[in-house]
């Protein structure tokens, strides 16, 4: 069974950052690429960011040049640096593969961007 744990987030003023941390066990981690999404409430969940198992990186428009995603394969571990937040940042975050298939999600970490 492989859990997906998210931390690092809180209450950030805009143009702040944070670093979001995404543990994940039970899995072949360095294998599959992995994906930070969101979910803003009201909306659909959303994807911002993925890094391929060789490393390549590919970001949503909205975090492009804000946002980076990392990976510790030896820790099985997925990051996201998210800098110059913005009050439409604000969301749930979760991590899970960068696949159609997924594996369960996990409980995400909230990111609040408020002055």
């Known amino acids: 069974q492989v859990q997906l744990v998210e931390s690092g987030g809180g209450l950030v003023q805009p143009g702040g950052s944070l670093r979001l941390s995404c543990a994940v066990s039970g899995s072949t981690f360095s294998s599959y690429s992995m994906g930070w999404y969101r979910q803003a409430p009201g909306k659909e969940r959303e994807w911002v960011a993925s890094?391929?198992?060789?490393?390549?990186?590919n970001y949503a428009n909205s975090v492009k040049g804000r946002f980076t995603i990392a990976r510790d394969n030896a820790k099985k571990t997925v990051y996201l640096q998210m800098n110059s937040l913005k009050p439409e940042d604000t969301a749930v975050y979760y991590c899970?593969?960068?696949?159609?298939?997924?594996?369960?999600w996990g409980q995400g970490t909230q990111v609040t961007v408020s002055s």
């Open positions: 899970n593969r960068a696949s159609t298939e997924k594996y369960d």
């Open positions: 890094i391929l198992s060789g490393g390549t990186t």
